[in-house]
């Protein structure tokens, strides 16, 4: 049986929990304030599973910030990013263990200063769960195999989907399309 996790999203996507309290009616309530309830979350075992990479390695193989932002669930600055206004088409991976994450057809400019997705790749290569640092209710992404910090998904993405995978550069590799039609899409 899994365990779930219910998320609850704060529009400016901060909240404070110090000395307060939810009262329930038909939505959550935080000192007057509407909050959403997003999604429920299901903690697996796939995930408890995760591949792990011994320290020395990974210190050897990735950059400062890369070794940041994957295992000390860092994040780089906005802007700074060489995905951020990237728009060749291909698919981003998993910088720690090379797994394909997402793709560049679900790739949007989110104005945030950092690669935004609609969607994963698949949903078998990314997992979700709670982030309760900074005073903020937020779901943050890892990657499913290795368990590397890849950034955090919001509710306030373009539809179909809704999301916002709000994702670090440094958490990326990138591999072009080799198919000619779809160097075509490059925008």
């Not at 698949?122 to 903020?136: F, H, N, P, R, V």
């Not at 209710?137 to 179909?160: M, S, Y």
Request: aromatic share 8%; proline share 5%.
């Amino acid at each position: 049986m899994n365990n779930f996790l219910l998320q609850i999203c704060h529009p400016r996507n901060r909240l404070d929990l110090i000395g307060q309290t939810l009262k329930k009616s038909k939505s959550l309530y935080i000192n007057n304030t509407n909050i959403l309830p997003v999604r429920c979350l299901a903690v697996t075992k796939a995930h408890l599973e995760s591949k792990k990479f011994p320290e020395g390695e990974l210190k050897k193989r990735l950059t400062t910030m890369q070794y940041y932002v994957t295992q000390q669930k860092g994040t780089e600055h906005p802007f700074s990013g060489k995905y951020d206004k990237h728009t060749t088409c291909g698919q981003y991976s998993c910088v720690v263990c090379g797994e394909v994450l997402f793709k560049s057809d679900d790739k949007f400019d989110a104005m945030c200063g950092w690669p935004s997705f609609s969607k994963p790749a698949t949903k078998s290569g990314i997992a979700e769960e709670i982030d309760t640092t900074y005073g903020m209710i937020r779901t943050e992404v890892t990657c499913k195999n290795c368990d590397a910090h890849l950034g955090h998904v919001f509710n306030d993405g373009p539809p179909p989907t809704g999301l916002r995978y709000c994702i670090n550069s440094a958490s990326l590799t990138f591999n072009k399309h080799s198919d000619p039609e779809a160097d075509d899409k490059t925008s």
